[in-house]
């Protein structure tokens, strides 16, 4: 048979086929693609956290979570860059909570959210307070005390020792959970960075399905986390 003028040769289409068929039956491992690391905590540049704010951040969630124990530490899991984000954003503004008052900042805990303050307003008024009241305590701001004497100041601010007024007293408990959410969160909101807190616990994150694993007791899961955005870990 005789090819045609102007159109591709029957014994090239024939050749560029097998050719075709040779490549496609060669199995090709897939690799994950490799994400860039993210630039240090200290060259960090915060999206709403002043300067001050985000050395007491950096150096309160090192405590609540420190990098001495069995796991990964809040530092190495970045939960700061957690906490400002989640500050940044709709959270850090109560932008869909309702905040329409009467307030009684005093009021039973029962009660609820009872301050006319944004989580972000409490951070930004609470920390500066703090750090005085560390100062005046301690002799150095919260940030500048060794480690023994950044646990007391804590405990100290839990217990409400330092008489925080009541429109902030719940400056303790949202800087704890924010950084239990850091520690345990997606990493495409900031923290667990490499998925470090999932990988320590187990956690299979977002796979389709590990339904076949769920009744299965003491038998450590044999798979990586996998997170909402596709990473592996």
Not at 88 to 104: C, F, I, L, N, R
Request: net charge neutral; proline share 9%; glycine share 10%.
């Amino acid at each position: 048979m005789r090819d045609i003028p102007g159109l591709p040769s029957r014994r090239g289409f024939l050749k560029a086929s097998a050719a075709t068929a040779a490549i496609a039956g060669i199995a090709v491992p897939a690799k994950a693609e490799q994400k860039p690391e993210p630039v240090a905590l200290t060259e960090y540049q915060p999206d709403c956290l002043k300067p001050s704010e985000w050395v007491f951040v950096m150096a309160a969630v090192a405590r609540l979570i420190p990098s001495d124990g069995d796991g990964p530490g809040a530092i190495e899991t970045r939960v700061p860059v957690f906490i400002d984000k989640q500050l940044a954003g709709d959270y850090g503004k109560a932008s869909d909570w309702y905040m329409v008052g009467p307030y009684e900042p005093a009021a039973s805990p029962l009660r609820g959210w009872q301050t006319p303050l944004s989580p972000l307003e409490i951070y930004q008024q609470a920390i500066p307070l703090f750090d005085e009241w560390c100062k005046t305590t301690h002799g150095k701001i919260f940030a500048e005390l060794d480690a023994e004497t950044q646990d007391k100041a804590l405990t100290s601010l839990q217990k409400d020792e330092m008489k925080i007024k009541p429109e902030l007293r719940e400056f303790f408990g949202i800087l704890l959970a924010n950084t239990k959410e850091g520690y345990f969160s997606d990493p495409m909101y900031g923290g667990n960075h490499g998925m470090a807190a999932w990988k320590y616990i187990g956690f299979p994150g977002a796979r389709g399905s590990y339904k076949e694993w769920v009744g299965k007791h003491n038998v450590k899961y044999p798979l990586g986390p996998v997170s909402i955005s596709g990473e592996r870990g």
